[in-house]
Structure formats: structure tokens, C-alpha cells
């Protein structure tokens, strides 16, 4: 895979992310007809203009991915092993413990007790449902292991058809959680699917018409600055679809987003921990701690919607979880740039 370096357009990332949120929050005020039409195109509670943009970041990736490191990484159990007992075991019931503490004392003299309530589901079904294909581009900007992060993300996603209906009952204490197969199904075939049946032959051809060196030093640099441009257009679109609630809720959406930020750097930490502990090579660390951090965040709404209703305070936190996503874990892969020097190189 070509060497990833950070050039002026990643190293300002920040400013031109800040930028895109003001243009999103800004967009969805002023046109919220076009943000409106823009939301109401979607199958089974995904976003197909969202899903657009994310093939145009994620195919860049998949695309540069070496398949055989893919089966190499299947037969490397530590980071996967990792990965289930952080969302798993951990990630859940220290949502469960924020949303409690934050919503029924810290913000009690604030929000009322049926809201609280609400909120702290909301919390709770964004906490059982852990990552989306978003991860195979924070473990790129990272430098990690694509392969790695490509079966880790693989198998992430299918625990959750099993798991996050039963523990989402459980912590909600409700009898039974809707299931939405149809989010989740789509969702993964269209995030992951696509991209890689798509970068795979395309990957396959190039090089069998180019060749390595072409691939390399012509195709693949480009493709970083189409995934980098995606990546900022899906950010205008999603503070386009959200402008209108942020303006008018303004500092409900800072008490909800408080202790998701709070959750998301202490499980990256946890993960980030555990995976020096067990001897990691940074490549496969950053992507492993990542995963854990990260929400998907579509099925959590769409369970919020089925369960509570689209104007609920539940479907408000889901939606509060997606407008922090990008800037924070855009955060984390700048920290783990900067402690790469805390693991083991590859291979050592």
C-alpha cells in the first residue's frame, strides 16, 4: 500500500472540517426545503445521499487494500479479541453509567424526569450499537492495518445481529427491542459491501493493465484527496440534515453531547490500553481502540424512531451522536498519529 503522509490538505483537516460544519449548520437554516428533501431520501432509515458519500471515502480505501493481507489478518485473533471485549463487555455499561449520572443528577435541575428518561435511552441504544465502515477511514488517516480493520469492522458487524437486540432489552428494560434488519443489512452492504466487491476487481484490473508501480505512484495518491473531499462533503450534508435542531436546541444538544464525548474518549482509552498491554503493533492498535469509539449510529436511530418516535428525546440523542462522530474521531486519529512511538513497530 502506497505511504500515507499528511499534506497541507490533511494537516489544516481541522479548519476545513470547522468550515463545513458552519456551511452545513448554515445550509440547513436558511434552505431547510433542500435539507428536507435531502433527509426524505432514504431506504429502511439510511440516508442515500450519506450513503453516496461515504462509498466516495471508503471505495479510495478498499481499493489500496492488499486481499491477502485480509486472510493473514483472519488469522490474527488478539486485535478481534480485543475489539468484542471492549464493545462488548465494556462500551455498553459505561454508557448505561453516563447516561444515568448526567441525565438523572448532573442536568436533573435542568431537563425534566420523562426527558431524562428519553435521553438516557437514546444514550444507551447509540452505546449498543459499536462501529460503521466510517472506522476503515480513521484507521487509514491513521495508518493502520487495513486488513485488520477491514475483517475487524466484518466481524463487528455481524455480533451485532446477535447481540444488540438482547442487551439493548436488557439495559433498556424494556421486553423486546425491534430489530431493524433491514438498516442494519443495508447499511453493511452498501458501506462495506459495495466498496469492496467494487475496489477489489477494479484494484484487480489496474494492476493487471498498469501495473504496481503506476498503481502506486499515480492512482493511489489521488485517491486520498477523493476520500479527504468526500469525507468533508459528508459533513456538510449531515449538519445540513441536523442545522435546523442545533439552532433551535441548542444546549440540549451540548448536556446530551457532553457525556458521549466523555464516553467515546474513555473507550478509546480503554481499547488503546488494553491493546499495548497485549503487545500490538500500532497498526493494528489504533484501528482496534477506534473501532471501539465509534457508533452506528443508523441503527441506533432507527431502533430510537420505532421505539420512542421521530420527535422523542430518545431519536434526539441518536442524532446528537452523529453530529459529533466525525470531529472526534478526527481527533482521535491525531492522537493516535502522535503516540505511535508508544507500540512496537510491525513485525518486531
Known sequence: MAERKLGIFEKYLSIWVALCIIVGIVLGKLLPELSKALSEIQYANVSIPIAICLFFMIYPIMVQIDFRRVVQAGKTPKPVGVTLFVNWLIKPFTMVFFAWLFMTIIWAPFISAEMASQYQAGMILLGVAPCTAMVLVWGYLSKGNMGHTLVMTAINSLTMLFLYAPLGAFLLGVARIPVPWETIAFSV????????????????????????????????????????????????????????????????????????????????????????????????????????????????????????????????????????????MLTLVKICLRTQHWFPAKGR
Open 189 to 328: 452492504g452498501i458501506y462495506i459491501g459495495l466498496p469492496l466487491v467494487v475496489g477489489y476487481f477494479s484494484r484487480k484490473e489496474i494492476l493487471k493493465r498498469k501495473g504496481r508501480s503506476w498503481f502506486e505512484g499515480h492512482f493511489a495518491p489521488y485517491l486520498h484527496y477523493v476520500a479527504i473531499t468526500a469525507l468533508l462533503i459528508t459533513l456538510i450534508v449531515l449538519f445540513s440534515l441536523q442545522g435546523e435542531v442545533i439552532v433551535r436546541q441548542p444546549l440540549i444538544i451540548g448536556m446530551i453531547a457532553v457525556p458521549l464525548l466523555i464516553q467515546v474518549f474513555l473507550i478509546f482509552g480503554i481499547g488503546y490500553g488494553i491493546s499495548k498491554r497485549v503487545g500490538l503493533p500500532y497498526e493494528d492498535a489504533a484501528p482496534t481502540a477506534q473501532i471501539g469509539a465509534s457508533n452506528h449510529f443508523e441503527v441506533a436511530i432507527a431502533v430510537a424512531v420505532m421505539l420512542f418516535g421521530i420527535e422523542s428525546g430518545a431519536a434526539l440523542a441518536t442524532v446528537v451522536g452523529v453530529l459529533i462522530e466525525v470531529p472526534v
